[in-house]
Structures are given as structure tokens and as C-alpha cells.
């Protein structure tokens, strides 16, 4: 009969560490899963020029992109998207020329630097999208290079 009353307080105290020990590993969990880091990428070849600045949480991407490609309109806007293995698929809204638009886009990660994505697209509810982003090519020279972000 002593053994019991002895036997109770020390399992009690094993099973309320191992209570803690899932706490703790739940919050760190919440505590990466909810990190986003921000990265940015740029093209510069002769008068034209493209910026991306993403923030990744995760699979989601969010950022701006901007085109300003030599005697043609200037493309400001944000992207909302996400990373489907190496292959970032995003929604692009922008302005040109006063008019707001969206198209869909589309970077395959190639080490630290994205290449921008061309294919057949069509109109789907006033947005530009791919018809197959599986087939899509990324053969350009539109590469944008990893660079720091200016805060």
C-alpha cells in the first residue's frame, strides 16, 4: 500500500512533463509555419528592366512586380500566388496606362535566381490565365537574378 502512494506523485509528475513537451514542441511548430522571409529579383538588359520582391510563407507568395521594358508601357502591381515545387504560379494585378488588369505568371526557381515563363493563355472571368501551366516555357532570357532587398 505505501508503494502505491509513492508510485501516484512520480507518475503524475512524469505525465505532466510529458504535457509540457508537447506545448513546447506545438508552439515551436506555429513559430516556423507562420515565418515569412522576403527575397528579391532583378533583370536589367539595355533600357529594359523587371523587379520582383516576394514575402514566402510557406508555399504562399505574395510581392510586387514591376516591368519597364524600353518604349512600351510601364507594369506596376502585386502578385499573390503560390510555389508548386520549383515553379511559382501567381496572379499578377497591375496598371497600364491608368487600367487595372490581371494576368496570371509564372518563374521556375533555377538556383537562386527565377526565369519567367511563356505559354498560351486565354480570357477567363477578365483575367489572363495559361491554358496548361504544365507546358509552359521557360526558355528565356529573362532571367531574374537574386538580389538584396533594399529596406
Known amino acids: 500500500m505505501k508503494y502505491i ?11 505532466a512533463s510529458c504535457d509540457d513537451n ?19 529579383y532583378n533583370y ?14 510557406n508555399d504562399s507568395v505574395t510581392g510586387d512586380l514591376i516591368y ?3 518604349e512600351k508601357d510601364k507594369n506596376t502591381g502585386t502578385i499573390q500566388g503560390k510555389m508548386k515545387g520549383d515553379t511559382l504560379v501567381a496572379d499578377y494585378t497591375f496598371l497600364s496606362e491608368g487600367i ?8 521556375l526557381k533555377r538556383g537562386n535566381d527565377f526565369a519567367e515563363g511563356y505559354g ?3 480570357e477567363i472571368n477578365n483575367k489572363m490565365v495559361f491554358k496548361k501551366t504544365g507546358t509552359l516555357n521557360f526558355k528565356t532570357n529573362i532571367i531574374l537574378k537574386h538580389v538584396e532587398c533594399n529596406k
Open 44 to 57: 536589367i538588359s539595355n533600357k529594359d528592366s523587371v523587379f520582383m520582391h516576394l514575402k514566402m510563407a
Open 68 to 70: 519597364n521594358y524600353f
Open 120 to 122: 498560351d493563355a486565354e
Open 5 to 15: 502512494f509513492l508510485f501516484l506523485p512520480v507518475a503524475a509528475i512524469l505525465i
Open 22 to 40: 508537447t506545448k513546447q514542441s506545438t508552439n515551436v511548430d506555429k513559430t516556423i509555419s507562420n515565418s515569412v522571409t522576403e527575397h528579391c
Open 100 to 107: 487595372e488588369s490581371i494576368r496570371q505568371v509564372a518563374f
